[in-house]
């Protein structure tokens, strides 16, 4: 459960992340690196939630296509 819930957190900061460097590109003039560093955190966040993922899936903490009929 804690695993899943590392996950949904992850997800919702790349979300932050990407509507953050949003509203950097609208609202600067250009002169700050607000928007490349928005686009670093999140590049950053997805690597590490797929390393979450990917570890998840090698150590059994995720199943590929789980089914309730277990």
Excluded: C, E
């Excluded at 899943?4 to 690196?33: E, H, N």
């Excluded at 997805?46 to 993922?53: G, R």
């Amino acid at each position: 459960m804690l695993l899943k819930i590392l996950i949904v957190v992850l997800m919702l900061a790349v979300i932050v992340s990407l509507f953050s460097g949003l509203f950097f590109l609208i609202r600067d003039d250009g002169g700050r690196r607000r928007v490349v560093n928005s686009l670093a955190i999140r590049v950053a966040l997805s690597v590490l939630l797929l390393a979450v993922i990917l570890l998840a899936l090698w150590q059994g903490g995720l199943d590929l296509n789980p089914t309730p009929y277990h």
